[in-house]
Nanobody
Framework: QVQLVESGGGLVQAGGSLRLSCTAS????????MGWFRQAPGMEREFVAC????????YYADSAKGRFTISRDNAKNTVYLQMNSLTPEDTAVYYC????????????????WGQGTQVTVSS
């Protein structure tokens, strides 16, 4: 019912920052919670952060807490992930997804996914 496109990934040195964007088309995302996940080569997809429908509430994985900030602009149909103090362990493909409830940390709770954007952090 919705198409998601991530952008903003790239190569950054350790300690640097990136801001990822996820823009939806097909329908508004204002009625849904949203989440960010990441997947490194050979690894399972892991939860990063999620945000409630209005943006009033957020929830973070321990690995992201204090460094990453999820936000949304429903008027722009866009969700963001601001990533600071990046380390090589953050290297992965980052995916955004539409959630079925909030909070949710498992992939099965997110029925719609983008194609991902690569984040590479050099040491």
């Amino acid at each position: 019912q919705v198409q998601l496109v991530e952008s903003g990934g790239g190569l950054v040195q350790a300690g640097g920052s990136l801001r990822l964007s996820c823009t939806a088309s097909g329908r508004t995302i204002s009625m849904s919670s949203m989440g960010w996940f990441r997947q490194a080569p050979g690894m399972e997809r892991e939860f990063v952060a999620c945000i409630s429908r209005t943006g009033s509430n957020t929830y973070y994985a321990d690995s992201a807490k204090g460094r990453f900030t999820i936000s949304r602009d429903n008027a722009k149909n866009t969700v963001y992930l601001q990533m600071n103090s990046l380390t090589p362990e953050d290297t992965a493909v980052y995916y955004c997804a539409v959630g079925s409830f909030f909070p949710a940390v498992i992939s099965r709770a997110y029925p719609n996914w983008g194609q991902g954007t690569q984040v590479t952090v050099s040491s």
